[in-house]
């Protein structure tokens, strides 16, 4: 009797019921902290429009600083070209005011005033004219903020977003292995990206309108403009897609440098040989 109580209707006893109960919640509890540590991990992993925003307003801050000490070096020269302007011309009413009489000391400290005041104004003028302007930032415009997911060209910046993000990690290497292409690279996606971003920007306003103002004049406008400008971004995706084909074609064709074999072919048939004469040098000494 006791052991037939002690059986379910499923034939299972109850210590093996509670016993799988447990392993089952274990099971479930691992499964759970497995996921929470691989979201953990996946949020920990650098997200690249970050990067490329967070590079882009760190580029901006050191230009900015830049042209602010930029500024500031071309005001101190000027003051210099107007104060040495104005020391020549004194000093020079000075020289004169002495020549009528013996020409004292003073006169001559008026002419020497002028000659070294006027020196240092054309130096100053010199130096300014030499001074560059700060260059503009070359780090890449990060890619523009998502569109709503019902709005039109949602899609085509979405996928513009992550052609420029894959771009921009192309182009170091690029560039390294070939600078005049890099360059070019870097240079078009400068000249391109400004104008793509403003069509996203566009889209987003028209979206607000099309949106907050439905069954309205202004609503149709706004749709039909939106689909003109999500064209227009379409087309500048796909040239964004080829400039990126092109790229990866770049990387695959061969290096102009010697290649890895026959940098270390050598170096393997000289150790080789080496260890072929250690060889046949220990034999040698067995024998003896």
Partial sequence: MDTV????????SDDRAGELATRVGAGLQRGMELAAAWKAARASLPDPGREMELAH???????DQESRRYR??????RSRMTAGIVGAGTGLVVFAAAIPGDLEWWGWAGLGMSAVTAWSGLDARRAVRELAPPKAPSVPLPPPPPLPPNARGATEAARLGALRIQLSGVVPTVERLHPGAGAELRAADAEAAPALAALVD?????HRIEHDMPATTAAA????AAEEVRQRLAAGAATYERLLAAAAALLAAPDLNRGAEEVLAPAVEA???YADGLGRSAAAFEDR
Wanted: aromatic share 4%; charged share 30%; net charge positive.
């Fill in 57 to 63: 307003r760190q580029a901006l801050a050191r230009h």
């Fill in 221 to 224: 406008a706004a749709g039909s």
């Fill in 271 to 273: 150790l080789s040989a």
């Fill in 72 to 77: 500031r070096r071309v005001e101190r020269l």
């Fill in 202 to 206: 566009r889209l987003a306003v028209l």
């Fill in 5 to 12: 109580a002690k059986r379910s209707r499923g034939g299972w």
